[in-house]
C-alpha cells in the first residue's frame, strides 16, 4: 500500500504568513528612502552654523538608538522564552482527555489569541505593581520593561499553545494506533513518539511569531521604556524642534528591525519549504 505524503497542516501557518512576502528588494527601496529623506532633510534645514546637519545629528543619536535596540531584542528573547513554556504548557491541556483541562485551556488559548496586543499591555503595564515586597521586608523592583516583556509574551502563549495542538492533531491516527498497539501509555506516546515529530513542524510558524513580537516591541515606548523608539525621539526633542529629522530617524528604526528580521524570513520560508511535504 502506498503512503500518501504528509502535507504541513496549514493550520501552523495561518499566523505565519507576516514574513512571506519579505523580500530584500524591500529593504533595498527602505534603504533609498532612508537616503533620500536625509538628502531632503539637509535641503530643508536652514542650516546655520550651530545646528548639524541632519545626518550628523543621526550619527550622534546612533549609539543611543542602538542601545534602545538591543532592550527591544532583550525583551522580544525573554517573552518568546517565556510564551514558549508557558504555551507548550497551555497547548498540551488542550490535547488533554480530561475535559476539566481541556476547555478552561482552549478558554484561555482563544482569549490570549483573540486580545489586542495593546489592550494586554495597557493592563499589564498598570495592574502590575512597580515593586514587589517577599517575605523578609525585601523589596524586589519590577521595572516598566520587564511588565512590557510579561505583556507581549501573553498574546504569543496563545499562538503557541495553538501551535502545538495543531501540530499534534496533524500527526495521522495510524501513529497513535501503532503505539497503543504496543501497550505504550499516552504519556509515552506523547513524549516518544508524537511530541518530537512535532517540533519541525512547529519552528516554522514559531519562528514567525517570533519575529511578530520583535516588531511589537516598540510599543512599550508608550510607557516611557526606553527602547529603540523612545531613545529616537529623545534624540530628535533634544536635537531642538527640527521637523525635518523626524523622517530620518524612524526610517533609520525601519533599517534596524528589517536588517534584524529579513534573516528570520529567509531562514523561515527554507524551513517552510523543507517541512511542506515528509515522504
Not at 182 to 207: D, G, K, S, V
Request: charged share 15%; net charge positive.
Amino acid at each position: 500500500m502506498s503512503r500518501r505524503p504528509f502535507q504541513l497542516d496549514p493550520r501552523l501557518l495561518v499566523s505565519g504568513r507576516v514574513l512571506s512576502a519579505l523580500d530584500w528588494r524591500h529593504g533595498a527601496a527602505l534603504l533609498v528612502v532612508f537616503a533620500a529623506s536625509l538628502t531632503f532633510a539637509s535641503a530643508q534645514s536652514s542650516a546655520p552654523p550651530v545646528a548639524p546637519s541632519a545626518l550628523a545629528t543621526l550619527e550622534t543619536w546612533t549609539p543611543h538608538i542602538l542601545r534602545g535596540f538591543v532592550l527591544n531584542l532583550v525583551m522580544s528573547f525573554l517573552a518568546m522564552a517565556l510564551a514558549t513554556v508557558l504555551g507548550i504548557g497551555l497547548g498540551l491541556l488542550q490535547i488533554s482527555q480530561s475535559r476539566l483541562l481541556r476547555l478552561p485551556a482552549r478558554f484561555f488559548t482563544l482569549l490570549l489569541r483573540n486580545s489586542p496586543w495593546l489592550v494586554i499591555l495597557f493592563v499589564i503595564m498598570y495592574l502590575l505593581p512597580i515593586e514587589i515586597r517577599i517575605p523578609g521586608g525585601t523589596l524586589i523592583e519590577f521595572p516598566d520593561w520587564l511588565k512590557a516583556t510579561l505583556a507581549f509574551s501573553l498574546p504569543v502563549t496563545g499562538n503557541v499553545s495553538e501551535i502545538l495542538r495543531g501540530a499534534v492533531n496533524s500527526i495521522p491516527t495510524g501513529q497513535w494506533e501503532s503505539a497503543d498497539g504496543l501497550a505504550f501509555t499516552r504519556a509515552q506516546t506523547l513524549r516518544w513518539i508524537i511530541l518530537p515529530q512535532c517540533i519541525r513542524r512547529a519552528i516554522p510558524p514559531w519562528m514567525n511569531w517570533y519575529a511578530m513580537l520583535t516588531l511589537s516591541t516598540p510599543m512599550a515606548s508608550i510607557f516611557s521604556v526606553h527602547e529603540a523608539v523612545w531613545n529616537a525621539q529623545s534624540g530628535m526633542e533634544a536635537a531642538g524642534a527640527r521637523p525635518e529629522l523626524l523622517l530620518p530617524f524612524y526610517l533609520f528604526l525601519l533599517c534596524l528591525f528589517f536588517i534584524y528580521i529579513y534573516p528570520i524570513a529567509l531562514c523561515t520560508r527554507k524551513l517552510e519549504r523543507k517541512y511542506a511535504v515528509v515522504t
